[in-house]
């Protein structure tokens, strides 16, 4: 069968969903994840737009070992360059460059002629190609592009050494008979004596991502761009895990495989679920929470007489287990590190003794910490290792006429330790009063929820907030894990506010 190669740009793309901040830490953690679930290409970064991004994509070129690893620039020589830098070290290094070939972008947004798009195209390509083995090339927004312009930068492309094609729907404005047809008209008119790949990437403004992208595969792409549970600017990208289901579950159709490894696909999106701090919504397909509920009562029976009446994909195949084993309080160091590496986290000895003593301090709080758990445990320790500044503590106390008074400890990584008091109409209130504070912000709060990450009454809380700065309007997000939901609610602010404060500068 054909083989459909995964590009995953959650770090890149993904990372331009209003509030998503990754660190570096994370984006290494969520590269090694994606490994693991058997990406072919990871687009790291986009290492010229700030410092942050270039570490982090060179972090993760020497971190990958299986999967080639890519880096965007547009078409000029100091993106370029920069992405040079940045991925020297990958064993499998890629560079991405694109430029705008609509009308509307050549016209509005870049001020240039077709004459002049073509010209930087052979010019930046060919200047690509002197750097890397690997040169993929986008037209953005192809979908609007006239189709013989189109295919003459493409062909322009392949000329100057490009030997992936990507067709990006930059703004969701195709539907799959169009973006299917596409794909057909550049495969058959291009001109080239090696193979080129051809590559969607699909946006999902009107709904139609994954289905243009499969769409796409119909008429000859063998390779498919995307984020993990669809994140991305405005309505999100293509889902790469519902193209890898779809491809498996309807094989007989698409008559492709990949290497995609469907039971890692659950554990690789609650990762990014909780390093992004986008929550996945329960009717989502393929990983939301309701994908494997049934309440109607004849689907109820159904299922129990026989699974495959209503179930097309079992939970087993995306990872989600009916049972896992718990550990407790007297579980061991090596009981500890073995759950780890079955959940599939790759921590070093100093991260291993800091989450060991976390989760020692959990399980005297509860009686068993099960999966769920321990995942939200890693990701916490994950977030907030590089983070400046940290919860030391909070107290509460009532104050007359309903109102409630809270004093929080926060402390930067510089040992400094900044108390602040505030009142609310109720304890979160206060607290994120008090927060403000400390942090001379008067951010507007957002999205704010409470979720409880098991059963029982001695479940942990996940708290995610979203705050958006006063001046700038920018968002950030931020969790909280704890115990205690107040601490939870306290430690996803702090989160938050760190990073809208490195954001500002101050």
Known sequence: MRQIQFFDTSLRDGEQTPGVNFNTKEKVQIALQLEKWGINTIEAGFPITSQGDFEAVQAIAKAATTMTVAGLARCQKKDIDRAYEALKEA?????????????????????????????????HVSHARSLFEKVQFSPEDATRSDRDFLLEAVQTAIDA????????????????????????????NIKSDQEIIFSSHCHDDLGMATANAL?????????????????????????????????HIRKDHYQC????????????????????????PRNKAVIG??????????????????????????????????NALPLGKLSGRHAFTTK??????????????????????????????????????????????DEAYHLEAVQLQYVSNGHQGAIVSIKDTEGQEKVASAVGSGSIQAIYNSIDHVFDQHPTLTHFKIVALTSGEDAQAEV??????????????????????????????VQASGILKAKRGA
């Open 91 to 123: 064993k499998f290094p890629q560079i991405h460059v694109f430029l705008a070939t609509s009308n509307i972008h050549m016209r509005d947004k870049l001020k240039m002629t077709k004459e002049e798009v073509i010209a930087s195209i052979k010019e």
């Open 161 to 188: 050494g490009a030997t992936i094609i990507n067709v990006p729907d930059t703004v969701g404005y195709s539907n799959p008979k169009e973006y299917g047809e596409l794909f057909a008209f550049l495969i058959s």
């Open 215 to 247: 769409a796409a595969i119909e008429n000859g792409a063998n390779r498919v761009e995307g984020t993990v549970n669809g994140i991305g600017e405005r309505a999100g990208n293509t889902a790469l895990e519902e193209v890898a289901i779809a491809l």
């Open 257 to 280: 495989e990949s290497s995609i490894v469907l039971n890692e696909t659950k554990r690789t999106s609650d990762l990014v679920s909780r390093l992004s701090g986008m929550a996945v």
């Open 289 to 322: 929470g309701n994908a494997y509920a049934h309440e109607s009562g004849i689907h109820q029976d159904g299922v129990l007489k026989n699974p495959e009446t209503y179930e097309i994909i079992t939970p087993q195949l995306v990872g989600v287990h009916n």
């Open 340 to 385: 780890l590496a079955e959940l599939g986290y790759t921590v070093t000895e100093e991260e291993t003794n800091a989450l060991f003593k976390r989760f020692k301090d959990l399980a005297d709080k509860k009686k068993q910490v099960t999966d769920e758990d321990l995942l939200a445990l890693v990701a916490d320790q994950v977030r907030s290792g």
């Open 464 to 493: 995610r907030v979203t705050i958006e700065d006063e001046a700038t309007k920018e968002q950030v997000n931020g969790i909280g894990v704890d115990f205690d939901v107040l601490q939870a609610c306290a430690k996803a602010y």
